[in-house]
């Protein structure tokens, strides 16, 4: 069946949502741009922040590079994948001691 109008059918529609999912949480995002950036958005509480990759249909993501990312533990770092047809994303959340999606590795679904 086709997508919902409010599907995001584009990369940028992608990163949009999962930016406005984030400010519904209480986080002021900031939107990272430019080729080669390992996250999308970065968004900030007062007590908290997290670090934010957008995936969709043709836009594969290193998920070892992005756990492996430098960063303090207490920082988390979540990955939105959007699939076909769906207007909202499945959330994942790395850890840099189980890293990527293919053997070896596994996502970590949070809630």
Partial sequence: PPAPADTPHRRSDAVACSQGLLECQGYRVLRVTGRGQPWDLIGFKTTDMLLCHVVTQGSPADLDALAAFPAPESVPKVVHVYEDGQAAPVV????????????????????
Avoid: Q, Y
């Fill in 92 to 111: 994942h959340a790395l850890s840099s001691d189980r890293v990527g999606a293919k053997p070896g590795g596994k996502l970590i679904g949070i809630a």
